[in-house]
T-cell receptor, first 114, second 112 residues
Framework: DAGITQSPRHKVTETGTPVTLRCHQT?????MYWYRQDPGHGLRLIHY???????DKGEVSDGYSVSRSKTEDFLLTLESATSSQTSVYFC?????????????FGEGSWLTVV | KNEVEQSPQNLTAQEGEFITINCSYS?????LHWLQQHPGGGIVSLFM???GKKKHGRLIATINIQEKHSSLHITASHPRDSAVYIC??????????????FGKGTKLTVNP
C-alpha cells in the first residue's frame, strides 16, 4: 500500500470555525491533490500542488486554501467553515514515469459542519 | 477543458453476468485510470492505461486513443464487485503540470 495518510479522519465542527485537514505522504510524489466527494457530483478538485510551494486552484476552490511547505505534507484549510462544506475529502498523490503515471488516494476525511 | 463522461451512471446485474462500463473524454491524455470505491471505503486504482488492453483476474480494461474512449469489463460478475467505478484521465496543462479529471462514477450493484 502507498504511504498516504489523512488526518483527521472524522471531524464535526461549527459554522464559522477554521478547519485544517492534513495529507501526509511517504512516496516522494510531486503531485498532491485535494478533492471533495458529494452525492451526484463525484470527485471534484479543490486545489492541487505540483511541487513545494507550487499550488493551483481546482474547480471548487472558493472557501478553501492550501499550503505545501514540504514534499510530504499538503494542508487544506477551510478559513471559516460553512454547512455547504460538509463533505468527504480525499487526498491523492501522483507521479509521472516514462511508462505512465501512478495515483494513490488517502482513506478520506469525513467533515460535518453544523 | 477536458470533460470525462461515464455511462451508465447506475448498473444492476445478476451474479455471473458480463458487465461493461464506458468512459469517454474530450482532449488528448497521457493516461487513463480506472478506480474502484466500495461503499464507505477508500478509492483504489485498478488499471492505468495509455494504450491497448490490460487484464487482471476477471477485470479487463481497454482504451481506444483515436476514439477517446475506454471500457472496463467484468466477467462472471460477483456481489463483491458491487462498488462505484470511476474513470479518471490525466493530461498535461499548458503550464506543464499534470491534472487529473474524474468522471462522476458508475454505481454497480451485483445481486446474488
Amino acid at each position: 500500500d502507498a504511504g498516504i495518510t489523512q488526518s483527521p479522519r472524522h471531524k464535526v465542527t461549527e459554522t464559522g470555525t477554521p478547519v485544517t485537514l492534513r495529507c501526509h505522504q511517504t512516496e516522494n510524489h510531486r503531485y498532491m491533490y485535494w478533492y471533495r466527494q458529494d452525492p451526484g457530483h463525484g470527485l471534484r478538485l479543490i486545489h492541487y500542488s505540483y511541487g513545494v510551494k507550487d499550488t493551483d486552484k481546482g474547480e471548487v476552490s472558493d472557501g478553501y486554501s492550501v499550503s505545501r511547505s514540504k514534499t510530504e505534507d499538503f494542508l487544506l484549510t477551510l478559513e471559516s467553515a460553512t454547512s455547504s462544506q460538509t463533505s468527504v475529502y480525499f487526498c491523492a498523490i501522483s507521479e509521472f514515469y516514462v511508462s505512465g503515471n501512478t495515483i494513490y488516494f488517502g482513506e478520506g476525511s469525513w467533515l460535518t459542519v453544523v | 477543458k477536458n470533460e470525462v463522461e461515464q455511462s451508465p451512471q447506475n448498473l444492476t446485474a445478476q451474479e455471473g453476468e458480463f458487465i461493461t462500463i464506458n468512459c469517454s473524454y474530450s482532449v488528448g491524455i497521457s493516461a487513463l485510470h480506472w478506480l474502484q470505491q466500495h461503499p464507505g471505503g477508500g478509492i483504489v486504482s485498478l488499471f492505468m492505461l495509455s494504450s491497448g488492453k490490460k487484464k487482471h483476474g476477471r477485470l479487463i480494461a481497454t482504451i481506444n486513443i483515436q476514439e477517446k474512449h475506454s471500457s472496463l469489463h467484468i466477467t462472471a460478475s460477483h456481489p463483491r464487485d458491487s462498488a462505484v467505478y470511476i474513470c479518471a484521465v490525466s493530461f498535461i496543462t499548458q503550464g506543464g503540470s499534470e491534472k487529473l479529471v474524474f468522471g462522476k462514477g458508475t454505481k454497480l450493484t451485483v445481486n446474488p
